[in-house]
Every structure is written in structure tokens, then in C-alpha cells.
């Protein structure tokens, strides 16, 4: 009688805990699912032709969203550069409707950002921008050759486009030489919300 008594009571316990069991996994599960997830955009980069020929530049931007002033750092590091560049040039989408003009670019030496600290200009370069009627195109001729040993950035002091979206600006570079042949340096793909 006693053993019986027992195992009935030993049978509630573990039908108690079972039931608790899955009662608060439930409100576990519904607690989780009601976070929602943020990404970061320099983690996935989506392309719709992912070839071998296509290198992806840093880039750094002050605000993402559509109509909103922003301060663009267009970067090239040491690796990107491989040669001193004696001539820049930036293509731009004809569909990022947002206006460019020269008086609003620089050239500088950067100092790159990470989790703690921003990007930020150390040294201004002078140089001398030319930007086409339809602006989808940068030229930018430094007073010297940008030499291949430190990060330099194009910053774009502009408003954002009107429209969401990624846009693709590819970096060609014109290294000295008696050959006027620019070669691709990368992309930077920018997004905007």
C-alpha cells in the first residue's frame, strides 16, 4: 500500500513538472519570437553578377536615409591602390538623382574607423574635381600622385537621393607612367533606405 501510494504520487510529480515544463517553454518561445531582428548592412552584400573580377571598397556614410544630408567617405587603403595614383575616377549611376558638385568633394588622408571611433579626415589633399553635366562621372586630379602607402578617402559632403535603393560607384585609377590607361581599383556599394 505504502509502494503504491508512492508511485501515484511520484506520477503527479513528474505530470506537474512536465506540464510546467511546457508551459514555460511556451512562454519562452513566444517571449523570443516577439524580439525583432536588426541587421547590419556591411554583413551581407547582395549582388545579382558576383564575378571574380569585382572588388568591394570601404565606405563609410553619415546617414542612410533618402533626402537626408550625409557625408560620404569613399576609401581606398594601401591594398586597393597597389601603385600611386596620378588620376581618380568615379562612376556614378544615372539613376542616383542626388546633385554632386565639385565644391562639395575633398580629398583627404583618413584615419578609418571601427566600433569606438569614426572616420575622420587627418590630412587635406589638394586636388582638382571635374564632374560631367549628367554626373555620373568624378574626375579628380590631386596636385601630386596619392602615393599607395596610406588610406585616402574622396569625401562627398551631399543630400541623399530621393529614391531607395543600392547604388554601385567603381574607383578607376590612372598610375604615372607614359601609358594614360586607368585600371579598375573596385566598387562601393551604397545603400539608401
Partial sequence: MFKTSL???QKSIAAIGITSGLIGSGLLVHNF????????????????E???????????????EKRDRSTYYLVLKPNDLKTAILKLSITVPDYFNANIPPKRLSLCKV???????????????????????????????????IP?????????????????????????GQPPGDIPVSRYLGSWTIDIN
Wanted: with cysteine; proline share 5%.
Fill in 111 to 145: 584615419s578609418l574607423g571601427g566600433m569606438l571611433s569614426k572616420t575622420k579626415c587627418i590630412e587635406k589633399v589638394p586636388a582638382v574635381f571635374e564632374v560631367n553635366e549628367s554626373q555620373t562621372n568624378i574626375d579628380i586630379f590631386p596636385s601630386e600622385p
Fill in 7 to 9: 508511485d501515484r504520487l
Fill in 148 to 172: 599607395s602607402d596610406a588610406s585616402y578617402a574622396v569625401v562627398m559632403k551631399i543630400f541623399n537621393p530621393s529614391q531607395a535603393g543600392m547604388f554601385q560607384f567603381n574607383a578607376l
Fill in 33 to 48: 519570437s516577439s524580439f525583432t531582428a536588426k541587421a547590419s548592412p556591411s554583413l551581407l552584400e547582395f549582388r545579382w
Fill in 50 to 64: 558576383n564575378s571574380g573580377n569585382y572588388r568591394k571598397l570601404y565606405y563609410s556614410q553619415s546617414s542612410k
